[in-house]
């Protein structure tokens, strides 16, 4: 019974986390495991394009707050040339309360120092409402399997 009651508690400790308010502006610190499906096609020698989705999960560095265990969805095009180049595209990047930002990204694919860039923020749902800012992503593969690992980084204001 007592054990039970600690649950409780701690899920409503939690829960007032996941929803206390923002600061009007800062930095949100997080990271996220992807699985990636591709469509690419080889449209000359040496010469790729194509489009691409990652689903995943996202994990705020601090452990809890902003992006912490909520869904992430990016769907992206690009086009390589022997195995470089350039990529864009959206993601929606969720909280366990389900409130989202939306963002768009470009950056640079398959280049030595790894898969990299900048979100922009287009928008957002609930908490974040009005919010603007961008920062830094950069992704890697942690399998043969299109599984990504990615860390990233806003810098936010919010209205």
């Known amino acids: 019974m007592n054990k039970a009651i600690g649950v409780f508690i ?7 986390i996941g ?12 990271h996220s495991g992807l699985q990636e499906t ?3 096609v080889t449209v000359a020698e040496g010469h790729m394009q194509g489009t691409g989705k990652a689903t995943g999960i996202t994990y705020n560095d601090a ?12 769907f992206y095009s690009f086009h390589l040339t022997d195995g470089v180049g350039e990529g864009q595209g959206y ?3 969720s909280d366990a309360d389900g409130d989202r930002i939306f ?8 280049v030595p120092e790894g898969n990299n860039g900048t979100n922009y923020i287009t928008g957002g749902t609930g908490k974040y409402v009005g919010i603007t800012g961008k920062g830094p992503w950069a992704c890697g593969y942690a ?6 690992y990615c860390n990233q980084r ?3 204001e919010l209205p």
């Open 19 to 30: 929803t206390a308010a923002l600061a009007e502006s800062g930095t949100v610190n997080w």
């Open 143 to 148: 399998g043969t399997n299109g599984e990504l």
């Open 10 to 16: 701690a899920s409503l400790f939690s829960l007032s």
């Open 91 to 93: 993601c929606t990047w």
């Open 103 to 110: 963002t768009k990204f470009d950056g640079m694919l398959g």
């Open 154 to 156: 806003l810098d936010y």
């Open 38 to 40: 591709l469509v690419v």
């Open 63 to 74: 452990g809890s707050g902003s992006l912490h265990e909520g869904a992430a969805n990016c």
